[in-house]
């Protein structure tokens, strides 16, 4: 069982930036493939970033491309999402999710899910 700990969200004007943080209770991090995921009210979940166990590949949601970046470092079990150039329409619950494979993939097909942290952004 690995639990996944959400921080770094809050209020935010546009063109701002936040640096978002999970902490994974396990020690073998890099048996997992880790990704970013968001839902805003009333819509779906979606993909945002994700990030192969060793860190070398990452992959972005079209919306994510050129504002966002997805780091992990195993040594301190966590993984992070720089967001930058933020938008009014990234306003969302963010939760980051850990899938024990080596295969990356867009959907919300992960074994592990933090409990999400609030970002806003304001017009």
């Known amino acids: 069982q690995v639990q996944l700990v959400e921080s770094g969200g809050g209020l935010v004007q546009a063109g701002g930036s936040l640096r978002l943080s999970c902490a994974a209770s396990?020690?073998?991090?890099?048996?997992?493939?880790l990704g970013w995921f968001r839902q805003a009210p009333g819509k779906e979940r979606e993909f945002v970033a994700a990030?192969?166990?060793?860190?070398?590949?990452?992959y972005y949601a079209d919306s994510a491309k050129g504002r966002f970046t997805i780091s992990r470092d195993n040594a301190k079990n966590t993984v992070y999402l720089q967001m930058n150039k933020l938008k009014p329409e990234d306003t969302a619950v963010y939760y980051c999710?850990?899938?024990?494979?080596?295969?990356?993939?867009?959907?919300?097909?992960?074994?592990?899910w933090g409990q999400g942290t609030q970002v806003t952004v304001s017009s």
């Open positions: 990030i192969t166990r060793s860190g070398g590949d990452m």
């Open positions: 999710a850990a899938r024990y494979s080596a295969v990356v993939v867009t959907t919300t097909d992960y074994s592990y």
């Open positions: 396990t020690r073998t991090l890099s048996y997992y493939v």
